[in-house]
């Protein structure tokens, strides 16, 4: 599985961005894709993550910085994931990559660590500005 994001930028703050995430490759039914950032000199940290089988979607999880702001979803047709990113504050600044997994722990429940996880894709830059 290889993965694309992109939809990154420069944004003013309160503003929007929605970021895609691309599978290609062989790929299976029933996985779970997460989003994580990393802003400059901070570790990576989990921002949303969903994950589904088929038609049928198991969960939606947010970290608490992305609730109420954030919506993270899928197209299936089209192998993407998507995260809507509404209300952007400076502190939302940050390289944001996508990640998949295909191992059923993570596809029935949401897990917010990024070593679960194991195709990234090459990372989109968000900058809002205040």
């Known amino acids: 599985v290889q993965l694309q994001a992109s939809g990154g930028g420069l944004v003013q703050a309160g503003g929007s961005l929605r970021l895609s995430c691309v599978a290609s490759?062989?790929?299976?039914?029933?996985?779970?894709t997460g989003w994580f950032r990393q802003a400059s000199g901070k570790a990576r940290e989990f921002v949303a993550a969903i994950g589904w089988s088929g038609s049928t979607t198991y969960y939606e999880d947010y970290a608490d910085s992305a609730k109420g702001r954030f919506t993270i979803s899928r197209d299936s047709a089209k192998n993407t994931v998507y995260l809507q990113m509404n209300s952007l504050k400076s502190e939302d600044t940050a390289v944001y990559y996508c990640?998949?997994?295909?191992?059923?722990?993570?596809?029935?429940?949401?897990?917010?660590?990024?070593?679960?996880?194991?195709?990234w894709g090459q990372g989109t830059q968000v900058t809002v500005s205040s």
């Open positions: 990640a998949a997994v295909r191992r059923s722990s993570v596809v029935f429940l949401p897990s917010r660590l990024a070593s679960e996880y194991d195709y």
């Open positions: 490759g062989h790929f299976p039914t029933s996985y779970a």
